[in-house]
């Protein structure tokens, strides 16, 4: 399991939490941060990302709009944005 922000993500059951309820994420949203957390290290580069997202090309923009959804849900820190690079798991507070 690994926090930040009182949200937390198990990976044995691959949902997202806050204060122990469950966030109703979509399959994309479940599916980005897993790789990241998998990745917690480590910046993904956002053409990677795409990639192991979607079966066939996608947008930046796509993926810029997932990432929104997902920190309208959660948290602004949840993911973090590598300037013109990619992003990572905002996981600088209490890993687990």
């Not at 949902?15 to 949203?29: C, H, Q, S, T």
């Not at 820190?77 to 690079?85: C, S």
Request: glycine share 4%; net charge positive; hydrophobic share 35%.
């Amino acid at each position: 399991m690994m926090e930040v922000d009182g949200y937390s993500y198990n990976q044995k059951l691959q949902r997202v939490f806050f204060e122990n309820n469950e966030i109703e994420l979509g399959p994309k949203a479940l599916k980005l941060i897993k790789l990241l957390c998998e990745n917690r290290n480590i910046t993904l580069e956002i053409d990677e990302i795409i990639e192991a997202l979607w079966d066939e090309p996608k947008s930046k923009q796509t993926l810029r709009s997932l990432i929104h959804r997902i920190r309208q849900m959660t948290s602004s820190e949840l993911i973090q944005n590598i300037n013109k690079f990619g992003y990572k798991i905002g996981l600088n507070r209490n890993p687990l």
